[in-house]
């Protein structure tokens, strides 16, 4: 079965940096599209980068660009997210997620991914 392990959370200052990765196993589609989600508290879960399968491709949310990168291993079974100039709003739950790039197209809600790691929360104060 589909497993997704993230690591890398914790607790930074404003303005630092953190590097989030995320293993996928059990992987059961040709090509797929891998995701960094983050949810805070009280709030929805946003999709903050996406990975689409042709490897040139990404989608970030408005509030990281220029700030956070989405980058995947060759075999694009590891998914990291270098995180930096930390602001306090990017405090949250940050997810790893993974579903089939039917068409070669990937999603960006949260109903488009059908995998989801358990979670690593990044805390910057």
């Known amino acids: 079965h589909v497993q997704l392990v993230e690591s890398g959370g914790g607790s930074v200052e404003a303005g630092g940096s953190l590097r989030l990765s995320c293993t996928l196993s059990g992987y059961r589609y040709a090509k797929w599209c891998m995701a960094w989600f983050r949810q805070a508290s009280g709030q929805e879960r946003e999709a903050v980068a996406v990975a689409y399968p042709s490897g040139d491709r990404v989608y970030y949310a408005d509030s990281v660009k220029g700030r956070f990168t989405i980058s995947q291993d060759d075999d694009k079974k590891t998914l990291y997210l270098e995180m930096s100039s930390l602001k306090p709003e990017d405090t949250a739950l940050y997810y790893c997620?993974?579903?089939?790039?039917?068409?070669?197209?990937?999603?960006?809600?949260?109903?488009?991914?059908?995998?989801w790691g358990q979670g690593t929360q990044v805390t910057v104060s």
């Open positions: 997620a993974y579903e089939g790039a039917f068409g070669g197209s990937c999603g960006t809600g949260r109903r488009d991914f059908g995998y």
